[in-house]
T-cell receptor, first 113, second 117 residues
């Protein structure tokens, strides 16, 4: 158990809908990362937050957005969902924004039908 | 941009066999290198890391040496067990000359390892 929690574990929704994925980092970690794992794209970095502020952006679509709240939990919002958004979404956390070690949550599996 | 290339899988071995999973990278700057493991139904776990050239990372019998001259970080284990069956990811994180990481990880495509008794 990494100490990173993600909810829900599974999510099934229809095209065009909007969903919110939630992540709670390990106690004491200030930085949160979101990654997407899909069969065709592999594991890709989406976005990083540190202490409530966005620090780095990767291959995140404009339909996706994220935020980190004062209690340090983070949410990833996915809207106007398409079939291709079906993937496993991982959250990871680290102590600082430059820490070498990231601790991954168990992931949320999103299926868009 | 940065990239990581892993040997294609899946890899199937018998218990106690020798394991090598190749990993090469392309990066500017001073990358740190990692191997992560993903067991079925779980998130990724850091297996080992190396932060500079010629460093050897090791954990649970696995080893990998950071080879700057060949831009490689191959994973090895002398004697695999059934419990090692998992997906293995090579990854890098860019860092500056002082060793401060830029945070985000760039992953290879993953290699599925299956070990039979």
């Amino acid at each position: 158990d990494s100490g990173v929690t993600q909810t829900p574990k599974h999510l099934i929704t229809a095209t065009g809908q909007r969903v919110t994925l939630r992540c709670s980092p390990r106690s004491g970690d200030l930085s949160v990362y979101w990654y997407q794992q899909s069969l065709d794209q592999g594991l890709q970095f989406l976005i990083q937050y540190y202490n409530g502020e966005e620090r780095a952006k990767g291959n995140i679509l404009e339909r996706f957005s994220a935020q980190q709240f004062p209690d340090l939990h983070s949410e990833l919002n996915l809207s106007s969902l398409e079939l291709g958004d079906s993937a496993l979404y991982f959250c990871a956390s680290s102590v600082t924004m430059t820490s070498m070690e990231q601790y991954f949550g168990p992931g949320t599996r999103l299926t868009v039908t | 941009g940065d990239s990581v290339t892993q040997m294609e899988g899946p890899v199937t071995l018998s218990e106690e066999a020798f394991l090598t999973i190749n990993c090469t990278y392309t990066a500017t700057g001073y990358p740190s290198l990692f191997w992560y493991v993903q067991y079925p139904g779980e998130g990724l776990q850091l297996l080992l890391k190396a932060t500079k050239a010629d460093d050897k990372g090791s954990n649970k019998g696995f080893e990998a040496t950071y080879r700057k001259e060949t831009t490689s970080f191959h994973l090895e284990k002398g004697s695999v067990q059934v419990s090692d069956s998992a997906v293995y990811f090579c990854a890098l994180s860019e860092a500056n000359a002082g060793g401060t990481s830029y945070g985000k990880l760039t992953f290879g495509q993953g290699t599925i390892l299956t070990v039979h008794p």
